[in-house]
């Protein structure tokens, strides 16, 4: 704790019409550490990083970096101080390759030469322990792959402290690891990584330090050895939580949505009965056939075969509409991508695809 921080916040303040997200903030980065940043949705901790990273102008304070004070107005102004970032969605081109992806905006030239470019990002690669083929067209990565495209592109730019906004969030307990794996050695060259989280157990598996916020202040900060899963809990939200929970016995009623030999994409006659009254879950890596699943119930996927029957009537052949209509409802795993229409408001989002529903509001 001798060496001095690499970034100094102070009394970081920023507002948003009716609401103080970050309220006075101060925080203090330090050189081959991971910094965990937590708090409750809405406690100012992406917001805070997103100041930092020029995204966000600040309404008071002042953020110093190796000693000296500094304004960040853009993400590029970040970059210029050594600091990146990684968003929960990513921020690819699919049909690039990874190379085409790291080195995008950095060619150096108006001249390309792949094979030049898939050298360098090996090297990087190799360099930090990351595991993927720069070659590979983005399109075709796994989540945690794309998720490593996203950290190279950040260390391709010469980043010294390196902000992971809910990293974890999409990855499997495997990727999860092999993600860990990663920081570990970045940490080890030096770097300082801020891992913003509501995942207890891998806070304290992961951080150095740990730094509580709660409507927009900084309540605490700690470190794994000091601390308990149970007292991090209770300084986010600021009172005890309980973690196992008595569940009230149910009553499991008849079969309501039966789906019988279902064939198409990666699904292999899959049997599945879902019950009134329970959760049924449904687990695997990423890829092995969840989405398609999910499509094939909503009608979003042809089927080269098997049935769907949802209280009695077969819903195989008919449209996403009428199946939704018959009481399904689907929440994707991309609500960005395939659940909203970003441009559009609250209200236009509730209604899409129920031109019967949107008449009623609109004549309202």
Known sequence: MSTPPLVVIRSLTK?????????DVSLELRAGEVHALIGENGAGKSTLMRVLYGIYPSDGGSIEVRGREVR?????????????????????VDPFTVAENVILGQEGSQLLH???????????????????????????????EEQRVEILKALYRGVDVLILDEPTAVLTPAETSALFANLRRLRETGKTIVFISHKLDEVLE??????????????????????????????????????????????????????EDLRG?????????????????????????????????????????????????????SSTG??????????????????LVLDMSYWENAVLGRRDVGAHVVGR
């Open 15 to 23: 507002r948003f019409p009716g609401v103080v997200a970050n309220d």
């Open 322 to 339: 009428d199946i939704r209509n018959a009481g399904v409802a689907y929440i994707p795993e991309d609500r960005q991508d395939q659940g």
């Open 206 to 259: 992961i951080a150095d330090r740990i730094t509580v916020l709660r409507r927009g202040k900084v309540v605490g900060e700690t470190t794994p050895a000091e601390t308990s899963k149970a007292r991090l809990a209770e300084m986010m939200v600021g009172r005890p939580v309980l973690f196992r929970l008595e569940k009230p016995k149910t009553v499991v009623g008849e079969p309501v949505l039966q789906l």
């Open 72 to 92: 960040i107005h853009s993400p590029r102004d970040a970059i210029a101080h050594g600091i990146g970032m990684v968003h929960q969605h990513f921020v690819l």
């Open 114 to 144: 792949p094979d030049e470019a898939n050298r360098h990002v090996s090297e990087l690669a190799d360099a930090y322990g990351f595991q993927i083929d720069p070659a590979a067209k983005v399109e075709r990565l796994s989540v945690g």
């Open 265 to 317: 994409g990666r699904l292999r006659g899959l049997d599945l009965e879902v019950r009134a009254g329970e959760i049924v879950g449904v687990a695997g890596v990423e890829g092995n056939g969840q989405r398609d699943l999910a499509d094939a119930i909503m009608g979003l996927r042809p089927l080269e075969g098997g049935r769907v029957v949802l209280d009695g009537r077969e819903l195989t052949s």
